[in-house]
């Protein structure tokens, strides 16, 4: 027996309108930035100079924080509260 198809689309508006990007810490920020062009954890550290440890503790705190599940969905986020962040600032710079 199949199962029946299951929607994956996300309406990115309401999604990157959730997203709470202020809650994020600097470090989270760069742990994420870091994330989103593929490195993994070790990577991470070594160019952060922290530990593996600490990695993985941003990294356990964004999924958290973001409410994803894996590194691909932290780095969407990510990628849209970028682009959030970009409008919000081209908004006032037109006010």
């Known amino acids: 027996m199949d199962s029946p198809p299951v929607d994956a689309t ?4 309401s ?3 959730g997203l709470g990007s202020r809650d994020i810490t600097e ?3 760069d742990v994420l930035a870091l994330l989103a ?11 952060l100079r922290i530990s593996h440890r600490t990695v993985r503790s941003h990294v356990s705190s964004l999924f958290t924080k973001l409410n994803v599940v894996n ?3 932290a780095a969407i986020a990510g990628f849209l509260i970028h682009l959030r ?3 919000d600032c081209r908004r006032r710079a037109t006010l």
């Open 71 to 73: 590194r691909t969905q």
């Open 37 to 47: 062009q593929g490195m993994d954890d070790a990577g991470i550290a070594e160019r």
């Open 27 to 29: 470090r989270e920020h």
């Open 15 to 17: 999604f990157a309108s």
């Open 85 to 87: 962040e970009c409008a």
């Open 10 to 13: 996300v309406d990115c508006a």
